[in-house]
């Protein structure tokens, strides 16, 4: 696994905007609310089904997607999970970076209709490598399904952004990491530091599920 310790970055303007973030060779354009108001975030424990929270691109999104084109050879035919993936911006650049096959997942129903409309914009009806599906990482039956349906032994790649907020997520999250990745594969996680007792029980989860940490 490949973490990026750093604080996430918050500021209060309300704004719907379109972001365009591009590298040499790729470029990734990306509908959201600019900056959401406080109380549009809710906690995992809340509603998740209808948070508001992934419908802006936060910054630790924007440092996954700058690691990713720095590392694209850890992509380049490779099948591509997106866990927690809001606005889907590093997934995107995966796809962009020559992904095979980039599921982009959420629970949130707004979130969803957002990550389809962005797919649609960034790689158009014709091309049958993405997928968005709605995904709870609680849900062990669904994950099964999705990883059995989009590839053959679990995903190359699972990729999450600013995705441990909580004390309840650290297990829930390890598990559905260790249920998607498959054996060889490789995480790549970019996480807002909030805690540093959270960050540090969530690599303990992870090393007790036999992953190495990096």
């Keep these: 696994f490949s973490f990026a310790w750093m604080s996430a970055l918050f500021t209060y303007e309300s704004a719907y905007d379109t972001l365009q973030i591009s590298f040499v060779d790729v470029s990734v354009t990306i509908e959201h609310i600019d900056t959401l108001p406080f109380d549009a975030c809710t906690s995992f424990a809340e509603d998740k089904r209808n948070d508001l929270t992934g419908l802006q691109v936060w910054q630790c999104s ?3 997607a700058n690691f990713l084109n720095d590392n694209r050879k850890d992509l380049f035919g490779k099948t591509v999970l ?27 129903q707004p979130t969803l209709e957002l990550l389809k409309r962005n797919a649609l914009t960034n790689f158009g009806e014709d091309d049958k490598r993405w997928l968005v599906t709605e995904l709870s990482w609680e ?3 669904r994950i099964g399904q999705l990883v059995s349906s989009q590839t053959k032994n679990g995903f190359d790649v699972v990729l999450g952004s600013d995705v441990l907020y909580s004390w309840e997520c650290v297990d ?12 060889d594969g490789k995480g790549l996680f970019c996480l ?14 992870l090393e007790a599920r036999r992953f190495v940490v990096d």
């Design 62 to 64: 924007k440092l996954l």
């Design 82 to 108: 997106e866990l927690g993936a809001g606005a889907g911006l590093p997934g995107l650049v995966a796809g962009k970076l020559g992904a095979e096959k980039i599921v982009l997942s959420d629970m949130s």
């Design 139 to 141: 849900d062990k039956e």
């Design 172 to 183: 829930i999250l390890s598990e559905a990491i260790l249920w998607t990745l498959k054996k």
């Design 192 to 205: 807002g530091i909030r805690d540093n007792r959270l960050i540090k029980a969530f690599v303990i989860a």
